[in-house]
């Protein structure tokens, strides 16, 4: 079972980049980039989902 999800108006908390190396920084930006692949990934599921029903409730 997966753990309910956080609230929407939490936001997390940016990070002080001022302090993060040029390689911590390389590697912060490819964790952001795996995250936004995620989301999207969630986005196309729930896309498709959402025109499998629209399709079969127009039947």
Request: hydrophobic fraction near 35%; avoid cysteine; charged fraction near 45%.
């Amino acid at each position: 079972m997966e753990d309910p999800e956080e609230p929407r108006d939490v936001k997390p908390k940016p990070k002080d980049l001022e302090v993060l190396s040029i390689e911590a920084l390389g590697e912060y930006i490819a964790e952001l980039e795996a995250e936004i692949a995620r989301a999207r990934e969630a986005i196309a599921e729930k896309s498709t989902a959402r025109q499998d029903a629209e399709t079969v409730f127009k039947k």
